[in-house]
């Protein structure tokens, strides 16, 4: 018989859910270096890798006791979105601009500009991001998990091998066929990707 902490993810996530606190504390430990050093390769700072580490956990902890979670997703692709997502929202928060002195070259004038996208750029780009969820849902599921997670998670082949459970080269294969596939749907339905 399995030891506690030879359960699976699925398992001690819903042990979690249905009270057991002790199941969490196993998935943290068990996946704490990966989610810990993929937030610290994107900030490159100690604190703030602590900070959203801390963050994403509280928003795991939300969710699982709110029963949103949903077993589609595997336990640790899913922690990552919600840590890839912070540390977004975390570089957005904290856009600094360069201090710079009113000189004759230089006017502060020069910074402000309205980059803000018009009514028709975002109509535009959501249409897009539709078109792009729609045919994305046409592609079969192992393909679609490895270009979500690279595309949308920014990992790398190594990092989707290891939580797929497959080698880099069928990560490879599936993200070629997959590109290769989408090509073939945005082809058949002229769907037209830019603006």
Known sequence: MATVNQLPDALLVKNYIAGDEQALAILIERHQSKIYGFIYSKVQDRDITDDVFQDTFIKVIKTLKSNSYNEEGKFLPWVMRIAHNLIVDHFRKNKKMPMQRETEEYSV??????????????????????????????????????????????????????????????????????ILNLRKVIEKNQIILSS
């Open 109 to 178: 004038f020069s910074y402000m500009s309205d980059t803000s996208m018009n009514i028709e750029g975002r109509i535009i780009t959501e249409q897009v991001e539709a078109d792009l969820l729609r045919i994305l849902d046409e592609l079969p599921a192992d393909q679609k998990e490895v270009l979500v997670m690279r595309m949308y998670q920014d990992l790398s082949f190594k990092e989707i091998a290891d939580l797929t459970g497959v080698s880099i080269n069928t990560a490879l294969g599936r993200m070629r066929y997959a």
